[in-house]
C-alpha cells in the first residue's frame, strides 16, 4: 500500500457554466479502521476559493496550515484576496521546494477568479506537478480510476448550479462505494459569483 493511501479519502472537482462545484467524503482511518466519520478533505480559503487536499492525513494538515499562514499574509500585502490561480502556483511552488523529501498529499484547488468569475480548477500531485483542466479533476489515491470513469460518463459542459450539485454528488457516492477506504457520506459546496452552497450527503456507512 502506498503511503498516500493510508488514511483513505476521496476529493472531486467540477467545473459548471458560472460556477463550481467541489466534494469530498468524510472518512478518516488507518488503512481499514474507521476512526472518524466528520473529516472533510476541503477547506474554504476565502469565499470564491477553496482547497481539497487528500492523502497522508498528517501532512494534509501541516500544509493546510502552511497554505492559510501564506493566504493570510499575501491578503495583508497585497490588500486583496488570493486568486484560485495564484493559489494553485503558491501550493505548486511549496510542493516542489521539498521535492526530495516530498509532504505526501495531493492538493486541489477551485474557486472563480477575475471580474467575470471565470471557473478554474487544478490538481496537483506530491511534487507539486500541476494539471489544468477545463471539465473535472479528482484526487485520492485509493479511488481514481473508479471516479475517473463515472465522471467521464455523467460530465456535461455548461451545466447550471443545481445540476452540477447532482452530477458531482452521484460521482463521488457511486465512487467511494467501490472503495473500502473512502466514504460513510460526503460534503458538497457549489461555489457561484453571489453564494457559496453547501451541502452534506449520506452515504453508505459499511
Not at 452521484?170 to 460534503?187: I, N
Request: glycine share 8%; proline share 4%; with cysteine.
Amino acid at each position: 500500500m502506498s503511503i498516500l493511501e493510508y488514511n483513505g479519502g476521496a476529493c472531486l472537482a467540477m467545473v459548471g457554466k458560472g460556477c463550481v462545484a467541489v466534494a469530498s467524503d468524510l472518512r478518516f482511518g488507518a488503512q481499514a479502521t474507521t476512526i472518524a466519520t466528520n473529516m472533510p478533505k476541503v477547506h474554504r480559503i476565502n469565499d470564491k476559493c477553496f482547497v481539497g487536499l487528500a492523502g497522508l492525513t498528517s501532512d494534509n494538515q501541516t500544509i493546510l496550515n502552511k497554505i492559510l499562514f501564506r493566504t493570510k499574509l499575501y491578503s495583508l500585502r497585497e490588500e486583496r484576496e488570493i486568486k484560485p490561480s495564484v493559489l494553485s502556483n503558491l501550493i505548486s511552488t511549496m510542493l516542489y521546494e521539498k521535492r526530495f523529501g516530498p509532504y505526501y498529499v495531493e492538493p486541489l484547488v477551485c474557486g472563480l477568479e477575475g471580474p467575470e468569475d471565470k471557473p478554474f480548477i487544478s490538481a496537483m500531485d506530491l511534487i507539486g506537478a500541476p494539471l489544468l483542466a477545463e471539465d473535472f479533476v479528482l484526487i485520492g489515491s485509493t479511488v481514481t480510476e473508479a471516479l475517473f470513469g463515472i465522471c467521464e460518463s455523467l460530465y456535461r459542459p455548461n451545466l447550471e448550479p443545481e445540476e452540477l450539485f447532482e452530477i458531482i454528488s452521484q460521482c463521488l457516492l457511486a465512487g467511494v462505494d467501490r472503495d473500502a477506504l473512502s466514504g460513510w457520506g460526503a460534503v458538497v459546496h457549489i461555489i457561484t459569483k453571489d453564494k457559496v452552497v453547501s451541502r452534506t450527503l449520506r452515504g453508505r456507512q459499511d
